[in-house]
């Protein structure tokens, strides 16, 4: 079984002033060394470059170099892969929106949830329980006891 992570566990690993930073760092260097299975889907990658990056996000945000590189040490891995859109996605995503009333800043999260569905992903590790409303999608906490 694979799992993605969520924008969010990789800003906290980035950000040395969050309390989480060091839970999520240990994390993220759990994740990075496998074997299991991790998609890494584009919309949380960009998600994480535009918050890494951005004054308003971080005291000091990280220069798009550092951002990247954490970005790229995760890609190299052999045991991440990244998905994309496919021919199915739109359905998904609209039977989604459509089922767990989606609307505003939801619809990043139903994208997400539809991107994992249509390639067979049910868990990700986010600290946003928003994602618990999506039908199929397991939601883990990393810095909560499972």
């Known amino acids: 079984m694979s799992a993605t992570i969520d924008a969010n566990i990789l800003v906290y690993a ?7 930073h060091e839970s999520a760092r240990s994390f993220v260097t759990k994740i990075a060394a496998g074997p299991e299975i991790v998609y890494l889907f584009w919309p949380t990658v960009m998600a994480y ?15 798009l170099k550092a951002a990247l590189a954490n970005i790229e040490g995760l890609l190299g891995r052999p045991h991440v892969r990244v998905g994309s859109e496919g021919t199915p996605f739109w359905q998904r995503f609209d039977a989604l929106a459509r089922t767990s009333s989606t ?31 999506f039908t199929g999608i397991k939601v883990r906490d990393p810095f909560k006891a499972a």
């Open 103 to 133: 609307s505003g800043n939801l619809v990043s999260d139903a994208h997400l949830a539809a991107l994992m569905l249509e390639h067979e992903v049910t868990t990700i590790w986010t600290h946003d329980r928003d994602f618990r409303r």
């Open 14 to 20: 980035s950000d040395a002033e969050n309390p989480l």
């Open 49 to 63: 470059l535009r918050l890494a990056t951005h004054p308003a996000v971080f005291r000091d945000p990280l220069p």
